[in-house]
C-alpha cells in the first residue's frame, strides 16, 4: 500500500497534454528530459488514443476519474489510474498505480490550492509593504510638496508685495519724469525770455553806428547770450534722449563740408588761444552720404570745442578717415587729437557721464554743464556707433567716434566741389515786397519782449503793430482790426495762445471768412512736442526765443502779404540777397566764382528749372483733389530742392504749405499757392540775375 502512495504522478497540462509543470513525480519519468513533453508520449499507442478520449472527457464534463492507462516506466507499460479535472485555464492529472478512487487528486488539487494560497499570502504581503512604502513615500513627497507649496506661497506673497512696490515705484518715476519734463519746459520758458531781452536787444544795438568799444562789449554779450543758450540747448537734448524722445533725421549730405563748417566756426577761437588746427579727410570718403548731419556737427562742436578749450598754444588735428568700405556703406573714424593738459587716468571711465567734469585747477577756470560728451556719447550710440578716448596727463586727448554711414550714388551736378563755407553775406533788412502797412497783432505778455519784438518789427520795416498782453486781447483785437499775421505767445495770463488760436479759428470757420489768418508762434518753450502743439491748436508756424532778427524776417517775409507788384516788369527792383540764400549757393561753388564756377551753377539751377514748374502744378492738382498724402510727399521734395539751389524763402512757403497739409486741411491753400508761384518766379530770376552779375564781374 505504502509502495504504490509512494509512486504518484502529479501534473499540469494544458488542454492537448502537453506538460506545464510537474508538480510530482515519484516514478521519475521526466528526469533526464531538457524539455516537457506531452503526456500522451509517456504511454503506449493504444494508451495514447484512450488518453485522447480521457482528454476528450475532460473538456466535456470538466472531470474525469480513475481511468486505467498504461505508462512507460523503465521500456516497460505500467498500469496507472488517472483522474483529472480543469483547473483555472490548466488540465491537473493525477496518476497512481493504486485506485485511490478521488483520494489523490484531491490531495494534489489541496497542496495546489495550498502553494498557491501561501504564494498569495506570499505576494499579498510583499505587496502590502511595497504599499505601506509607496504609502510613506507618497506621504513623504506630500509633506515635501506641502513645504514647497508653503514656500510658494510665501514667494508669491513677497512677489506681490514687491509688484506693487515696483507699481508704485513705477508711478513714483513717472510722476518725478513729467514733474521734471514740466520743470524743464518751465524752465527753459523762464530762461528764454530774458535771453530774448538780452540777445534780441545786443543784435539791434550792433546794427547801429557804434565805437570799436562798444562793438566789442555788444560782442561779448552776444557770445556770452549764445552760450547761456547752448547751454538751455544741451539740458534740453540730455531730457529729450533720456525719454526716448530724441529723433535722428536722416539725409543726403556732403560730409566734407560739414566737417570744414565745424572747423570755421572755431578756427577764431582756436587763434586767441595760439592753437595750430589742421584736418585730414581721407579721399577715399564717399563725397555724398546718408545720415544725420545735424547731430555730427554736433558730436564735432563738442568734441573739437573741448580740444581747444583745454590745449594753449598747441596743435589740434581733426582726422576723418574711412575703415572699412561695404558696397552699401562706409564705417568712418573720427579723432580729434590736441596736445593739450589730458586726462588723468581715473577720470576717463566717467568722463562721458551726465554733469561729470574733470575736478583739476584747469579745468575749472572753464564753465562747463558736463553734459557736452555725455550727449554725444548718447547721439552716437542712437546711430550704431562707438566713442572713446586715450589720454596722458602733460601730454594731450584724442577723442574718437566711428559710425557706418549709407552710401549715395552721385548724380549729374554731384561733383560739384565743396569748400569751406565763407562768411555770410550779411542780409538787407528792411523787407521788400511786402505789404508793410498790414497791421501785425502782437500777442505777448511780457513787456519787454513786447518793446524788443517791436523795435525788430520797425527794423523790418513794418509800420503798424497792435500789441494785445493776453490771448483773450488777442480774440477781440482781430475781431476789430483783422491783421495780416498775428504773433503769438503761448503762456499768457487769462488765456493762452493756444485757445486764444483755437477761438480764432471757430471765429474764422463760423463766419465763413474768405482768407485765413496766419498765425505764428513766438514761445520760449522748446521741448519735445510744442510744434506739434502748436500745429494742433491751429497756428501755422514756429520759433523759439531768444528771437533773432533774421529768423523774424524769416517768418514776416513767409507770411505776411505781398504789396503791390508791377506785373509787366517785376525784377525791376529784385535784390537777390532777398530771395536767395547766399551762403548756401557759396557752400555748393565757394567764391569768387571763375566762369567755370559759374557754369557749374549755372547747370545746376538749369536742372532745378526744368524740373520744379510740373511738380508746382502737380502739388496745385494734388491739393485740388483733396489727395493730402502725395502733396505732402510733393511739397516735401520740392522744399528739399529748393534749399538745396539756396532758395530758402521759396522753401519756407512751401514748408508753410506742407505743415497745413500734416494738419489735414482741405482747402484755405489759395493765398499759400499764389504766393508760392509769385516766389517762385522771383526766386529763378534773383538767380539768373546773380550769375549774370557775377559774370560782368
Known amino acids: 500500500m505504502n509502495e504504490h502512495q509512494e509512486s504518484v504522478l502529479s501534473l499540469l497540462c494544458d488542454s492537448g497534454g502537453q506538460i506545464v509543470r510537474v508538480i510530482r513525480d515519484d516514478i521519475a519519468m521526466t528526469e533526464g528530459r531538457d524539455d516537457l513533453c506531452n503526456i500522451i508520449d509517456l504511454m503506449d499507442e493504444m494508451s495514447g488514443l484512450k488518453c485522447r478520449d480521457f482528454f476528450e472527457q475532460l473538456r466535456r464534463k470538466k472531470a474525469a476519474f480513475n481511468w486505467e492507462l498504461h505508462l512507460n516506466i523503465g521500456g516497460k507499460p505500467e498500469l496507472f489510474y488517472l483522474s483529472g479535472g480543469i483547473f483555472e485555464e490548466h488540465v ?21 490550492n495550498n502553494q498557491q494560497m501561501v ?54 518715476a513717472e510722476t518725478a519724469n513729467k514733474t521734471k519734463s514740466t520743470f524743464l519746459a518751465t524752465m527753459s520758458h523762464e530762461i528764454r525770455t530774458p535771453m530774448n531781452g538780452i540777445i534780441a536787444m545786443a543784435e539791434l544795438l550792433a546794427h547801429t553806428h557804434m565805437t570799436d568799444s562798444q562793438k566789442e562789449s555788444i560782442s561779448i554779450i552776444m557770445d556770452s547770450g549764445n552760450l ?54 581721407d579721399p577715399q570718403i564717399q ?38 568700405d561695404y558696397e552699401l556703406r562706409q564705417r568712418l573714424r573720427f579723432e580729434v587729437m590736441d596736445t593739450g593738459i589730458g586726462i588723468e587716468e581715473d577720470n576717463l571711465e566717467k568722463l562721458f557721464q551726465p554733469f561729470y567734469q574733470v575736478g583739476n585747477n584747469y579745468t575749472q577756470q572753464f564753465s562747463s554743464t558736463g553734459l557736452g560728451l555725455s550727449i554725444s556719447k548718447r547721439l552716437v550710440e542712437m546711430m550704431n556707433g562707438e566713442i572713446g578716448v586715450f589720454s596722458k596727463v602733460g601730454s594731450g586727448s584724442t577723442f574718437w567716434f566711428e559710425l557706418e554711414l549709407e552710401k549715395v550714388a552721385e548724380t549729374a551736378g554731384s561733383g560739384i566741389r565743396q569748400a569751406r563755407a565763407s562768411s ?240 489735414g486741411a482741405m482747402d484755405g491753400y489759395d493765398v499759400l499757392l499764389m504766393q508760392m508761384s509769385q516766389l517762385y518766379d522771383l526766386s529763378c530770376s534773383a538767380f539768373t540775375e546773380l550769375l549774370n552779375s557775377s559774370s560782368c564781374a
Not at 97 to 103: C, H, R
Not at 145 to 158: D, G, I, P, T
Not at 247 to 255: M, Q
Not at 500 to 516: F, K, N, P, V, Y
Request: hydrophobic residues 40%; negative net charge.
Open 92 to 112: 491537473l492529472i493525477v496518476g497512481s498505480k493504486y485506485n485511490t478512487s478521488y483520494t489523490y487528486f484531491y490531495d494534489e488539487l489541496m497542496k495546489i
Open 119 to 172: 504564494s498569495l499570502r506570499e505576494t499579498i504581503k510583499k505587496l502590502s509593504h511595497e504599499m505601506v512604502l509607496k504609502l510613506e513615500q507618497e506621504l513623504k513627497t506630500y509633506d515635501e510638496f506641502s513645504a514647497l507649496n508653503n514656500e510658494l506661497l510665501s514667494v508669491q506673497r513677497e512677489l506681490a508685495k514687491t509688484n506693487i512696490e515696483l507699481k508704485l515705484a513705477k508711478e513714483a
Open 228 to 281: 547761456m543758450l547752448n547751454i538751455i540747448n544741451d539740458i534740453l537734448d540730455l531730457s529729450k534722449i533720456e525719454a526716448g524722445e530724441m529723433k535722428l533725421e536722416l539725409a543726403r549730405f556732403h560730409l566734407r563740408s560739414v566737417v570744414d563748417h565745424v572747423v570755421q566756426l572755431l578756427q577764431t577761437r582756436a587763434e586767441g588761444q595760439r592753437n595750430r588746427v589742421t584736418v585730414y579727410f
Open 287 to 324: 563725397p555724398h552720404l546718408r545720415g544725420d548731419p545735424n547731430r555730427i556737427r554736433q558730436i564735432l562742436l563738442n568734441l573739437l570745442g573741448n580740444a581747444v578749450k583745454f590745449t594753449f598754444d598747441g596743435d589740434i588735428d581733426l582726422r576723418v578717415f574711412m575703415i572699412q
Open 424 to 663: 555770410a553775406v550779411k542780409p538787407k533788412w528792411k523787407l521788400e515786397g511786402k505789404e508793410l502797412s498790414s497791421a501785425i497783432l502782437l500777442a505777448e505778455d511780457n513787456a519787454v519782449n513786447q518793446h524788443i519784438t517791436t523795435l525788430q518789427l520797425k527794423k523790418l520795416g513794418v509800420e503798424r503793430i497792435i500789441i494785445a498782453s493776453n490771448g483773450e486781447e488777442a480774440v477781440e483785437l482781430w475781431k476789430s482790426q483783422k491783421p495780416a499775421l498775428i504773433l503769438m505767445d503761448n503762456q499768457m495770463p487769462v488765456m493762452d495762445g493756444f485757445e486764444a488760436t483755437r477761438q480764432i479759428r471757430g471765429l474764422e470757420d463760423s463766419m465763413d471768412c474768405a482768407s485765413r489768418t496766419p498765425i505764428v508762434s513766438i514761445t520760449a518753450n522748446a521741448m519735445q512736442g510744442d510744434m506739434e502743439r502748436c500745429l494742433e491748436a491751429g497756428m501755422d508756424d514756429y520759433i523759439t526765443k531768444p528771437v533773432q532778427l533774421d529768423k523774424l524776417r524769416e517768418v514776416v517775409i513767409r507770411w505776411l502779404p505781398d504789396g503791390p507788384q508791377d506785373h509787366q516788369s517785376p525784377l525791376e527792383e529784385v535784390q537777390h540777397s532777398e530771395y536767395l540764400d547766399l551762403g548756401t549757393i557759396e557752400d555748393i561753388v565757394a567764391p569768387p566764382w571763375d566762369e567755370v564756377d559759374l557754369d557749374v551753377l549755372a547747370q545746376l539751377f538749369e536742372m532745378y528749372r526744368q524740373d520744379t514748374p510740373a511738380k508746382l502744378e502737380l502739388l496745385r492738382q494734388e491739393l485740388k483733389r483733396g489727395l493730402l498724402a502725395k502733396a505732402e510727399q510733393t511739397a516735401h521734395n520740392i522744399k528739399s530742392a529748393s534749399l538745396s539751389v539756396g532758395m530758402a524763402p521759396l522753401a519756407g512757403i512751401i514748408a508753410a504749405i506742407e505743415a497745413r497739409i500734416k494738419e
